[in-house]
């Protein structure tokens, strides 16, 4: 991704893009023009507001959209890292940019694998959905200075710790994770249901009886204070961001502690962007009786909300998120009509193959039921409520589901992918191929490489899979990194 992103970036020239674009410094060195040249590509678009952010603060009103914990490690890290040239604070940032996200991105994919191995119990089919993250259709954003890869690493290793029963790391980890991007918040629903469930899963096992209930209403009432607990430690980061910038914006005096070049007041001029400290008049969300920046700038500056984005001339921002709809879609569907009990008990009653412990396994087993109703939701928030084209990105960096349902579509209808063992496919279908023993050991095992080798005798649906994640990788770096329209 770093070496193609750099290619197009030095063959496309750059559209003139109607986005943020703080002024530079001033004219850099030799060294600076070649970490422009090569990795520029990664401060496109929503990337020139986190290195504004690292290099600045939340000087300017609409930054408060980016919550703190990705620029505040490009931060430390741009200072921490020796520098054998000089450099200025942007070249500093874009190259933290790359080694951290390089860094993040590959965590990611390992922490994908061990939540798949602990969910799916399939390897092969784990191993094959970190494959398949690698390439996410997402894959620019994990590479470019975005908070993708730090959101992805913090989520995955969080429902890895939670199916290990590590209830409370796994809380710290998801609150980091909504330091890191809003949708974060989502995530402790999680810890809800693991908490709803293990208490049905009690009540079915005889501890309702009569003589039991004040240990029951004991043993209820420290779940519900031990989930309440998690839920507002999981909210508190974004509820601390959102006391800052009432400070920072709201509060009359407040005293920035840096001065603001001429050439960034008179952008904020131009484009109406509201500087911290500057001006007497107080935003409108100072007023509101919870005043929540966040809500107020997606509303304000971006017009989001609901059905807002239904309009004829975003027809080719709908078809480019498109593939991604129909396949949450369709995980879904599969999902559903498999377990429709499982389903309409909201996966809280113990089925009898789960009692003798022969439950399902793979995509379609019970303990993935959380993670489709999580991706589901999503899905339908994103569509109806959000800018359709980031759609991909959302959910790549977001639910393993993107990951795993294709996988298991592989798995299940590409025969050079079949195999012995517990990977078989349900259906019973010949055996063609290594046992799940020997996946991922060595090069020729690697599943996507012996697909790509066997282009021409592949299925038309695992052409399509490949097609769609290796294309939008291929066209994001292409597009994104020339200030192209993307996702």
């Not at 600045?56 to 020796?82: D, K, Q, S």
């Not at 920072?248 to 400290?277: H, N």
């Not at 299940?412 to 079949?418: F, I, K």
């Not at 090069?443 to 939008?472: A, E, H, M, Q």
Request: charge should be positive; proline fraction near 7%.
């Amino acid at each position: 991704s770093l070496v193609l992103q750099a290619v197009f970036n030095l063959l496309i020239p750059d559209h003139a893009a109607d986005a943020f674009s703080p002024p530079r410094a001033g004219p850099g060195g030799p060294w600076d023009a070649l970490v422009e040249r090569l990795l520029g590509g990664l401060g496109r678009w929503d990337a020139e507001h986190f290195l504004f952010i690292a290099e600045r603060g939340y000087l300017l009103e609409h930054n408060c959209a980016f919550l703190p914990l990705f620029p505040l490690g490009l931060r430390l890290l741009a200072g921490l890292l020796p520098w054998p040239v000089q450099l200025q604070p942007r070249s500093r940032l874009l190259l933290a940019a790359a080694l951290l996200n390089a860094l993040l991105s590959a965590l990611a994919a390992a922490a994908l694998l061990a939540l798949g191995r602990a969910v799916l119990r399939r390897p092969c089919q784990a191993f094959l959905a970190a494959l398949l993250f690698s390439v996410s259709p997402a894959g620019v954003f994990m590479a470019a200075a975005y908070s993708e890869s730090a959101f992805a690493l913090l989520a995955f290793s969080a429902m890895w710790q939670l199916e290990k029963g590590h209830g409370w790391l796994s809380g710290l980890l998801f609150g980091l994770a909504a330091g890191a991007r809003a949708n974060g918040l989502v995530n402790a629903g999680f810890l809800l249901y693991s908490r709803g469930k293990r208490f049905a899963l009690q009540l079915q096992r005889g501890a309702a009886s009569p003589s039991k209930l004040p240990v029951l209403w004991k043993r209820a009432l420290s779940l519900a204070s031990s989930a309440a607990l998690m839920c507002a430690g999981i909210c508190l980061p974004f509820a601390l961001f959102q006391y800052y910038a009432y400070v920072r914006f709201c509060e009359p005096g407040t005293g920035l502690g840096q001065s603001v070049p001429e050439p960034l007041l008179q952008l904020a001029r131009d484009k109406g962007y509201r500087v911290a400290g500057v001006g007497a008049a107080k935003p409108p969300w100072c007023s509101q009786r919870f005043p929540l920046v966040y809500s107020y700038i997606q509303d304000t500056y971006w017009n989001v909300g609901f059905l807002r984005y239904f309009e004829l001339r975003q027809i080719p921002n709908f078809l480019l998120a498109l593939p991604v709809t129909l396949l949450g879609s369709w995980a879904a569907w599969t999902y559903v009509s498999t377990n429709p009990w499982h389903c309409l008990t909201l996966g809280l009653e113990r089925s009898k193959a789960e009692e003798r412990g022969k439950a399902r396994d793979g995509f379609c087993g019970p303990a993935a039921f959380v993670y489709v109703v999580h991706s589901t939701a999503l899905l339908a928030f994103g569509f109806f409520c959000m800018h359709v084209q980031v759609l991909t990105r959302f959910l790549g960096s977001s639910s393993p589901i993107l990951y795993w349902f294709p996988a298991h579509l592989l798995q299940e209808h590409e025969p050079l992918l079949w195999s012995t063992g517990t990977d078989n496919p349900a259906s019973g279908k010949p055996v063609l191929g290594k046992s799940h023993s020997s996946c991922g050991k060595r090069t020729s095992d690697n599943p996507v490489v012996r697909l790509l080798l066997n282009w021409r005798s592949i299925t038309p649906l695992s052409k399509g899979i490949l097609g769609f994640f290796l294309g939008y990788w291929l066209l994001g770096l292409i597009l994104h990194c020339n200030f192209l329209p993307w996702t």
